[in-house]
């Protein structure tokens, strides 16, 4: 069956890095796009981030465009979010998902205070 699980998360002072992975299984997961979502208490999901199948092509929040990163290795079916310069507003749960189906990771916590 399909599956995303995230990691890499956890707590970090404002300006500082983490890297999301997702290594996804079940499905030919270099076929297909796939996305970085984020939710903060109280506010609705959004899309953080996408990346192509082939990894060429790119998309960002505005708001997170000149600090984050997402990337992909199709041979470890893994994808990556590279979150640099993190801001107290980044604090969310991060999901990773395939759209095709519409699977979702079970979500990991970034929490960014001083």
């Known amino acids: 069956q399909v599956k995303l699980v995230e990691s890499g998360g956890g707590d970090v002072q404002p300006g500082g890095s983490l890297r999301l992975s997702c290594v996804a299984s079940g499905f030919t997961f270099a076929s297909y796009l796939m996305r970085w979502y984020r939710q903060a208490p109280g506010k609705e999901r959004e899309m953080v981030a996408a990346i192509s199948f082939d990894g060429e092509h790119t998309s960002y929040k505005d708001s997170v465009k000149d600090r984050f990163n997402i990337t992909r290795n199709n041979a470890l079916n893994t994808v990556y979010l590279q979150m640099n310069d993190l801001k107290v507003e980044d604090t969310a749960v991060y999901y990773c998902?395939?759209?095709?189906?519409?699977?979702w990771g079970q979500g990991i916590q970034v929490t960014v205070s001083s």
């Open positions: 998902h395939w759209p095709n189906l519409n699977y």
